[in-house]
Structure formats: structure tokens, C-alpha cells
């Protein structure tokens, strides 16, 4: 089945490790340990020195309309990486059990995500922890691992990606670019949450989403590279202000997810599929709308935006509010001048395209 929506994806991971109070975090960029600090904006009475300092995804939540949204993403103990990457790749549960193979990674033998693009056709690259392809050791177009063990090192891992990164943002042979990035998990785990690297780490990844978006939108014109691309930044788990991340206290499962689509601005989701809280200010003058999401539809829901069968052991749902973010047919014209008949059309048209997801899944 063609890709219901975006045509590319960039997923950032654990770059909103930092947990919910900070900003936690297709191009799918896992920020190891996003917290919610780092990317939300601070709703804490005391203001810490690495809260808020991934302000790009803050301006862009405000600013691009309905394109850009930030979700609180909760997660399920164990909230080890292993772990965590093998819940968002399956929409399953991993038990504590698993908790034993963190250190040697086996490879997933479940129906998971990556395969299921793979087995679609989509061209994955992948770039940054190893552990991906410890797990998943066969599955890339193309990978560029570095080793992720050393808690200490807290530049090679992320600049590994950095430097594959940016080329690939403007070659075309890839369909989803995984990006994972570690020097704030290692920053959290050596020095601790309120220290200077760990504010130096998030300062140096806001500069570069800031660079990332930058050449996203030059290349999103019809017809463009990035017309249909969707970005994806966020955080696998959150940690406690030690850096300890493993159990199931609100530091450790609390992260969060930043979705921006390239395409057109898709228009408000319905209210009765809205599930948001714009109760949390911005610069004491504005609000950002903070949805929330289980990492259990995480799966579910990315294989609906890029129009691939869910896991087959997915107990997740397709998470409407993310979806819609690139769904793009809330916009899409009629001729209906009368303001009710056109909402309903539009809403109909998106409700056939929820439909075609739900069937995607039906062999199961």
C-alpha cells in the first residue's frame, strides 16, 4: 500500500532524554534520553539551567500552525535503551526479564516496524548507537554505528551522526533516516542532569535541529526533495536528575515527541479526536498545545504515516493527533462554500483515510 502521507521520514532519538520537564526528546531522531525539559516549555516552580534549551522545537510548535506539534510520550518499565527500542519497534511490552541482554544485545525475532518497512520496500539508513544493529543486524540500507558502551565519551557517538547526517539531507536515496544521538544519556549517567555538559549537549543539538529544519524547508517546494517529509524528535526514556534511567518513576517514563510535516498545513484535528492541554505557557504570553501519547502506539501509529502493516504483535493504536499532523487531508479543496459542509467533507475524507489504516492491519 503507497505511504497514506509522508513520503520520507527523519527520526532523531534521545535527543529529549533530558525527561518531560526540560524537552524530551522522520528524520527520526532518537535523542537518548530526552526529558521533557529540555523540549517542553518549564512549567516547574524552580527553573533549572538545562531546561527549555531545545527552544527551536518550541518556536516551531508555536509558530508552524498545525504542522508542528509537541506530545508528552509516556513509556512502560523498563525504561533501559534496549528495552525501550524494542517497545517502539514492536508496540509490544518488554518485560524486566529482557532487562539481563542489555549488555548484549539479541537480535529481534519479533514483528517489528523495521521490518516491516524493509519487507515494504522502504529504504532505511541508520546512523549513531550500534545497538541498532546489534538488533536489527541485517535490516539497513545503509548504517553507520558507532560504539555506545563508553559512558564516558560523550562526542563520538554524536558526531558520527552529525557528520553522515547532513550529506543525506540531500542525497535521495534513503526513505526513513534514523539518527541516534547519545551525549545526553552519557552526560546524564557521568555528570548528572544539572550539569554543565549536560546543558552543553542540549545547546549543541538545538543548533542543530536548527540546522536540520533550516534545510528541510529549503527543500519542501513542490516537487522538492522534502515536500512530503516528516520530522520526528524525541526520547526513548527520561532519567532522574542522577541520570539513572531503568524503573518506572515520572523522571524515567516521562519523555517527550516533537512531529513536524513539511507538507502542507494539515488544519485543526477534529475535537473529538483532540486529546491536547493548552493550559501550559509559553514566554508568559503564548501556548503551546502538549498532546500525549503512549510509546505503546508509537509503532502503530509510524506505520500508518508511511503506509506499512503494523507489527503483528502490536497492542498499540494509531494515535490520531500524530497521524493527522501529516495526513494532509484536512486541506485538501472542495467546492463546498457553506463553512459546516466543508468541515464535514473534510472530515470524511479523513476518516476514509483512518479507515485505509485500520485495513492495512486486517490480515492479522
Not at 470524511?348 to 492495512?360: G, N, T
Amino acid at each position: 500500500m503507497p505511504p497514506l502521507s509522508s513520503s520520507k521520514c527523519l527520526l532523531f532519538f534521545e535527543l529529549g532524554n533530558a525527561g518531560f520537564d526540560g524537552l524530551h526528546s522522520g528524520v527520526f531522531g532518537l535523542i537518548e534520553r530526552i526529558e521533557d525539559p529540555g523540549c517542553s516549555p518549564n512549567v516547574l516552580p524552580e527553573v533549572k539551567p538545562w531546561m527549555d534549551k531545545l527552544q527551536v522545537l518550541q518556536k516551531l510548535a508555536l509558530e508552524e500552525g498545525p504542522s508542528a506539534r509537541i506530545f508528552k510520550a509516556v513509556a512502560d518499565p523498563p525504561t533501559t535503551s534496549l528495552q525501550r527500542l524494542k517497545g517502539l519497534t514492536t508496540g509490544g511490552l518488554p518485560t524486566f526479564i529482557d532487562v539481563g541482554n542489555s549488555f548484549g544485545a539479541p537480535a529481534i525475532t519479533e514483528d517489528n516496524l523495521i521490518h516491516q518497512l524493509i519487507k515494504n520496500g522502504r529504504r532505511v539508513i541508520m546512523m549513531g548507537d550500534d545497538t541498532w544493529l546489534q538488533v536489527f543486524p541485517n535490516h539497513f540500507h545503509k548504517a553507520y554505528p558507532f560504539p555506545s558502551f563508553n559512558v564516558k565519551d560523550l562526542h563520538t557517538v554524536d558526531d558520527g551522526v552529525i557528520k553522515h547526517m547532513f550529506p543525506a539531507l540531500h542525497q535521495n536515496d534513503w526513505d526513513i533516516l534514523i539518527a541516534h544521538f547519545l551525549g545526553v544519556d552519557h552526560a546524564g549517567h557521568i555528570f548528572g542532569v544539572e550539569s554543565q555538559p549536560m546543558i552543553e549537549k542540549l545547546e549543541q543539538y538545538n543548533n542543530v535541529l536548527e540546522k536540520v529544519v533550516s534545510i528541510l524547508k529549503n527543500h519542501s517546494e513542490p516537487g522538492g526533495l522534502h515536500e512530503n517529509t516528516m520530522l520526528i524528535v524525541m526520547g526513548d526514556h527520561g532519567q532522574t536528575l542522577n541520570g539513572d534511567h531503568g524503573g518506572g518513576t515520572p523522571e524515567e517514563v516521562e519523555t517527550s515527541i516533537f512531529a513536524m510535516s513539511m507538507s502542507t498545513h494539515a488544519g485543526s484535528t477534529p475535537l473529538n479526536l483532540n486529546t491536547s492541554d493548552c493550559k501550559i505557557a509559553f514566554d508568559g504570553r503564548n501556548a503551546i498545545c502538549i498532546g500525549s501519547i503512549p510509546q505503546l502506539d508509537f509503532a502503530a501509529t509510524m506505520a500508518a504515516l508511511i503506509g506499512v502493516p503494523f507489527p503483528f504483535g502490536s497492542v498499540g493504536c494509531v494515535n490520531p493527533e500524530l497521524y493527522g499532523l501529516s495526513a494532509r487531508t484536512w486541506s485538501e479543496p472542495n467546492d463546498f462554500s457553506d463553512g459546516n459542509n466543508s468541515t464535514c467533507l473534510k472530515q470524511k475524507k479523513w476518516l476514509e483515510h483512518y479507515a485505509d489504516v485500520m485495513c492495512i492491519n486486517s490480515w492479522q
